[in-house]
Each structure stands twice: as C-alpha cells, then as structure tokens.
C-alpha cells in the first residue's frame, strides 16, 4: 500500500488552524494586557446594569409591598388647670410633641362631651357651671376621623362664693321656738316660699309665709347675707270669740344665711337662722280691752 508523501509545506498548513484555535481556548498571560483590559471593563459594566436591576427591584417591593403609613393620632399631655371662678373653670395643654396637628380636640366633661376647639388651639373655658363643685375633664385629639386615646383625667373644682352672695329661693320649712310670749300657746313651723326678685344671683325675696289657717305675705331687703322685713297680720282676736274685735300685730323678721352649696348652676342658701319679734297695739271695745305686748323667738331653717 503507497501513502501520500506529506511535505514540509503540508504540514504547515495543517498546523496553523490548531495553533489558532489553541490560542482562543487558552487564556492569556500576565503579559497580554491588550487581552485583559476589555474583559474587566465588561465585567464592570455587566455588574453595574444588575445592582441597578436590583436597586429598581426593590423600589418597585417597596411601593407596592410597604406604602407609606400616616402617623398615629398622638394622645393630648401636659392639663393644667387656669384660672377659675365660681362658675367658669379654665385649663390647658400641650401640642403634640411630633407629627401634624390634629383637627381639632375633643372636651370631655365627666365623661360627656362638653366642646371642642380647633386643632390649633390648646386650651379651654367652660362657662355656665355650678359653684364649689369638682369637674373632671379629658381631652382626645381628632385628624382625618380618627381618635387618640384619652388624656390623663384633670379634676378642677369651681371657686366656693361668700354666704353674702348666696340666693335665698324656693320651699323653706321654719322652726318657731318661743323665747317670750307666745301668741299661740306653743312652738310650731312657718311654711315660706322664697321667690328672688331678681333672674340670678342673690337678691331681694318676697315670702308667701303660711302658719296653720294663716298666710300672709312680705318683703325681706336683703344686705349681704341678712335679709329682714315685716307685715301686718290678724291672725289673732281680742275679747271673747262671741263679741271680739281685730287685734293685728306687726311681725318683724330678721334671718341670715348660715349654710350654701351649690344647686344647678345657681349658689343656693341651705339653711338659714334669725328672730321674729311680733308687736300687738293696745286695742278695746266698749265691754273690754287687750293691752299691747310683744313676743320673741328664734327660726330655723331648711329647704324643703
């Protein structure tokens, strides 16, 4: 069998295309920096263009899986109690430490709601209230509907007025205790309906006074916490109950408040102590005759 006869020419030209390919497969050396150069540059741009995947990746979790949240409604701090009278109570408080400003607040009075103010305001008076009396307030901040908790309870008490201003009204049951004389024979009650003359505050009163069978009406003027008047009355007779003749008498009064405590709103007289001091003239008829004399007692009283 007769082989080809390879040549030096031949065999050049079979190992030229291995020694390329060799050359592509094999990777280069330290000393082929015209190689290396581009292969990092695009290794760092191919690493750039992923993180900026990424970092979009996640904006897009963010917004999607995490939406922003409002912040709480904090709850009001910092009551303080203002300045007060008999009838008005005034306090305060503190805005919120961080985040907006509510809408508004909500007053709390004893558990009611008693009023609001604007979420830029921190404080309040209540007016119209009832005299030495304790209130207990709270406040509770409102924005878009929604409530925070209730604030620490602050007890305030109205300012207690003089018995000088307090109002003689209303239903009074008076005890009637001799200390001389005595025109009926025995101590007994008067029945008085104290109407003030005026709408409010203490003032001066007419009585409608009922004893027994007998009524009658006056004035008392009042002078700070005294209130004294008189009247006429004939309510008992001289003589013999066949042939007896009118004896009136002029009953004078004199009381003052001794007790007061607050009534809706109103400084009301409790109790009350004083004297009637009763005159009868000297009358006669033709057969007879009562000669004048005077009685004294102390009064008592309460509302009925």
């Known amino acids: 069998m007769t082989y080809p006869e390879i040549t030096g020419q031949d065999l050049q030209a079979t190992s030229a295309p291995a020694a390329a390919q060799a050359s592509a497969q094999d990777p280069p050396t330290e000393q082929d920096p015209a190689t290396v150069?581009?292969?990092?540059?695009?290794?760092?741009?191919?690493?750039?263009?992923?993180?900026?995947?990424?970092?979009?990746?996640?904006?897009?979790?963010?917004?999607?899986?995490?939406?922003?949240?409002?912040?709480?409604?904090?709850?009001?701090?910092g009551l303080v109690p203002g300045l007060s009278t008999a009838d008005t109570i005034a306090f305060r408080w503190s805005n919120p430490p961080t985040g907006p400003l509510p809408d508004k607040y909500l007053i709390l009075s004893n558990g009611t709601v008693a009023g609001s103010v604007a979420g830029t305001v921190t404080s309040y008076r209540q007016a119209r209230l009832t005299p030495a009396t304790a209130y207990q307030y709270r406040v509770v901040a409102v924005r878009g509907g929604k409530r925070s908790p209730q604030s620490a309870a602050l007890a305030v008490r109205t300012l207690t007025p003089p018995l000088s201003q307090a109002r003689l009204q209303g239903p009074w049951t008076v005890y009637v205790r001799y200390i001389r004389g005595a025109p009926g024979g025995r101590n007994g009650s008067l029945f008085l309906q104290f109407s003030p003359v005026c709408a409010a505050s203490a003032c001066d009163v007419t009585v409608h006074v009922k004893e027994g069978r007998h009524a009658y009406n006056?004035?008392?003027?009042?002078?700070?916490?005294?209130?004294?008047?008189?009247?006429?009355?004939?309510?008992?007779?001289?003589?013999?109950?066949?042939?007896?003749?009118?004896?009136?008498?002029?009953?004078?009064?004199?009381?003052?408040?001794?007790?007061?405590?607050?009534?809706?709103?109103?400084?009301?007289?409790?109790?009350?102590?004083?004297?009637?001091?009763?005159?009868?003239?000297?009358?006669?008829?033709?057969?007879?005759?009562?000669?004048?004399?005077?009685?004294?007692?102390?009064?008592?009283?309460?509302?009925?």
């Open 218 to 304: 006056m004035t008392l003027t009042r002078v700070g916490a005294v209130y004294q008047g008189h009247a006429a009355v004939d309510f008992i007779r001289c003589g013999p109950a066949s042939n007896s003749i009118p004896d009136p008498a002029t009953l004078k009064f004199r009381v003052r408040v001794t007790a007061a405590a607050g009534q809706s709103q109103v400084w009301a007289a409790t109790s009350l102590a004083g004297t009637l001091v009763g005159t009868f003239r000297y009358v006669s008829s033709a057969a007879f005759y009562c000669p004048a004399s005077t009685f004294r007692a102390s009064l008592a009283g309460t509302p009925v």
């Open 37 to 77: 150069a581009p292969r990092r540059r695009r290794r760092w741009a191919v690493s750039t263009v992923a993180a900026v995947v990424v970092v979009a990746s996640l904006t897009a979790a963010v917004v999607v899986w995490a939406p922003w949240t409002a912040p709480p409604v904090l709850r009001p701090a």
